[in-house]
């Protein structure tokens, strides 16, 4: 098997250090498409969202099944081809991060059957996690991570600015993050909710709130969620009673 | 070394379960005090919030160093005792939980430094990770962890949410969710921030605004986060550049 891998960022290099010793890769610069193997059996284009249908239709469709890697482009935006379908990775890649690339799950969509198992087979060289999904699923997939990866992590850079002005450092709530992540795998994260917000106390969240006064963006962030957090559960506690 | 454990909740066995072996324990019913060891070394009050000044002011000062565990109660809470404290573990304990306790940060304040010097040594048979914290800095603590684990903690609630209207499980966002947390190792969470907020990517940021179109609570939730992350982005290349 033979695989194109159009770009140079982040996601393409984490691909081809995947595909390594499993099948034959090449490299394709976006622009000029160097490095093109004609007759490929897949070509991968793994460029930013925005670049994904113009690099998409300037590829010769004789360059076997065309796939973007992205989560939030539809099936559709290579349309233009005989073959063509999603190959999406749900990670983040950095520049020195070493995922294990076996655990990633990979989202697979094709224009025809035969396409889509294709796609399923590459990926299952890499991956033990690879499903079907189509361009509605992953459009959910991609806002859930925005909310439990993006914002968690803002959440995180929030702490950790509360923390380093009063002389402390984020790593002190490592552990604490790390068992309020581990508890997910047993409950769900609605279960295991914890803190002032679900218990309703509202002594404490009186005084983060007074705490927060001088930080108008933040305070709003505290209220907002606690005001999340206390809904949810008085749904729950309605759905449980009636 | 003699520990009064006065409480029969998470808290209380968890510690119970940390210093076995390591010291003389007795636990403590925290309405009759029966099984409270007169001239016990320190008797640790690990009852809710709200009990812990009732539960205090009943305690003989007998009972040697009294010190309670909580994050968000202030050091005077107990300030009728002669020598008292504050022992606060930085860790959410489940039923069935079985934490790493040796990594586990332990906050320690004294009513004078011998007491405070008691509390540490007691602290670090159990973890090597003990720190001094005044009751302020152990109210930003508390409030750092509301976000870091509280709040980032509904947002997978929310994902989870998403992802099983569409059919999907939580677990699909796990090994995408570890990368994000391990990321800050190396990297401070500000740096680590990635998604459509961070690149001002207002197409995607409008197509999850219409997806959450019939859950407002939600939509304001991705509205505010996003302009935070936007906000926060900012100003660190104002920074940068100023």
Redesign the interface.
């Known amino acids: 098997m033979t695989v194109n891998i159009v770009g140079s960022g982040k996601v393409a290099r984490h691909l081809l250090r995947a595909f390594s010793g499993k099948v034959e890769t090449a490299i394709v610069n976006p622009h000029s498409f160097e490095g093109l193997v004609v007759h490929a059996d897949v070509t991968l284009i793994c460029v930013s ?2 670049a994904i249908r113009e690099v998409g239709s300037r590829l010769p469709s004789s360059a076997g099944i065309i796939a973007h890697t992205s989560g ?1 482009i539809p099936l559709d935006a290579l349309a233009g081809h005989d073959r063509y379908g999603v190959f999406y990775p ?3 890649f ?1 520049e ?2 070493d ?2 690339y076996s ?3 990979f989202f697979i969509e094709g224009s025809e059957e035969e396409v889509e198992k294709r796609l399923a087979t590459l990926a299952s060289l890499i991956s033990k ?1 690879v ?1 079907s ?1 189509d361009s ?2 992953r ?25 380093k ?4 450092d ?1 790593n ?15 409950i ?3 279960d ?7 218990r309703n ?1 509202t ?2 969240i009186g ?2 709130l007074a ?2 006064e001088n930080e108008p ?2 305070r ?3 209220r ?2 606690t ?3 206390r ?2 559960n008085n749904r729950a506690n309605d759905t449980t009673e009636s």
Chains 1, 2 share one sequence.
């Open positions: 969202d925005n939030s749900l990670q983040t950095s020195n991060s995922p294990d655990i990633i799950p996690n499903m999904a509605d699923k459009k959910s997939l991609h806002l859930a991570s925005v909310f439990a990866c993006n914002f968690a992590n803002h959440l995180w850079a929030l702490a950790d600015s509360i923390l002005k009063n002389g402390m984020f002190v709530l490592r552990p604490l993050l790390e068992e309020t992540l581990l508890k997910t795998k047993t769900s994260p609605h295991a909710q914890t803190g002032p917000a679900v106390d002594e404490v005084k983060h705490m927060l963006g933040v709003e962030i505290y907002i969620l005001d999340s957090i809904y949810a």
